[in-house]
């Protein structure tokens, strides 16, 4: 894929979504960073439905300390890992309290050195909260990526290098919600919905699966 038609899809994407986010319901760094850690293997709308509840009664590191875990976990016991995951909120806090004042820090490195914060969690935290350039690969990002030809890839790190590489500088800091949400209402994993493709003509797509005869991920009206 050339640098054109990459230009061309962000550009249209934005005029379809000019101010794109994150689904997830937060109103501080560090709602978001405890809605991320607990949206692994599980979807923003179970996330919602937990934090909706658990941030009317505790929304700061120093509050959540004191639901203790047994408490906390009733909170987010609709949660895939459930239990993992309050272990990793309630040492995330403490080391927030001991080493940052209660902050969210701002770096990748100081983010990555929380319990339950990887390197695809420390690029939401520092694009959405923080407004800085990143690229966080998902699922939906990978499968995207991929089937699209915006970047292909063995794994989300080959990913993420080649969206951080041949995305327009332009369309950085919303590249990578508008390709989580294209990937998660549109082109989905099992029946993309090429038809409402607002990007159809540019994706390369249509063209693999046509030559590796495998018409059975595509709506009939699209084979």
Not at 41 to 59: G, H
Request: hydrophobic letters at 40%; one cysteine or more; aromatic letters at 6%.
């Amino acid at each position: 894929m050339n640098s054109s038609k990459r230009h061309e899809i962000f550009s249209r994407l934005k005029i379809s979504n000019p101010h794109p986010t994150t689904e997830l319901v937060y109103s501080t760094p560090f709602e978001l960073l405890v809605a991320v850690i607990l949206s692994a293997q599980a979807t923003d709308r179970s996330v919602n439905l937990a934090t909706r509840i658990l941030f009317l009664e505790a929304n700061t590191p120093e509050n959540i300390l004191a639901l203790e875990e047994i408490k906390l976990q009733k909170y987010i016991k609709s949660i895939g890992l459930y239990k993992t995951k309050a272990k990793n909120i309630l040492a995330t806090c403490r080391l927030l309290i001991q080493h940052h004042n209660g902050s969210v820090p701002q770096t990748r490195d100081q983010l990555e050195r929380l319990p339950g914060v990887g390197h695809k969690t420390a690029n939401v935290i520092l694009n959405t909260a923080f407004g800085e350039p990143t690229i966080a690969v998902d699922t939906h990002i990978f499968r995207v990526s991929n089937r699209t030809g915006l970047a292909t890839g063995k794994n989300v790190s080959e990913v993420e290098l080649k969206l951080l590489k041949f995305v327009p500088k332009e369309f950085h800091q919303d590249a990578h919600h508008w390709l989580i949400l294209h990937g998660r209402y549109v082109c989905k994993a099992r029946k993309p919905e090429c038809g409402k493709c607002i990007i159809e003509d540019l994706c390369d797509f249509k063209e693999k699966i046509l030559r590796t005869n495998i018409p059975s991920l595509l709506p009939t009206s699209y084979v």
